[in-house]
């Protein structure tokens, strides 16, 4: 898993960097191509909305703040997180 996520750090702050000898390195961790397609896919998509959210000022929520702070999360009874 160190292996993907190591590519995924590279991928995501020096894309033109990134070749084949990254994709080996994946495959000899056991990833197949199919795999390598997907989390190439995935990384790439958070990329993309990250920086549309950037871009047009998008604020995090409130509450990430203070869960950050260790205080107790604001959402309502019953809901994810609870």
Not at 2 to 31: F, I, M, N, Q
Not at 74 to 80: H, I, L, T, Y
Request: charge should be negative.
């Amino acid at each position: 898993m160190r292996a993907l996520c190591d590519y995924a750090v590279k991928l995501t702050k020096a894309p033109s960097s990134v070749g084949l000898a990254d994709a080996d390195e994946l495959r000899d961790h056991g990833w197949d191509d199919v795999a390598i397609h997907d989390a190439i896919q995935v990384i790439s998509y958070f990329n993309y909305i990250n920086r549309v959210a950037e871009g047009v000022g998008v604020e995090d929520e409130p509450e990430w703040g203070s869960q950050e702070r260790g205080e107790a999360s604001a959402s309502p009874q019953g809901s994810v997180g609870q």
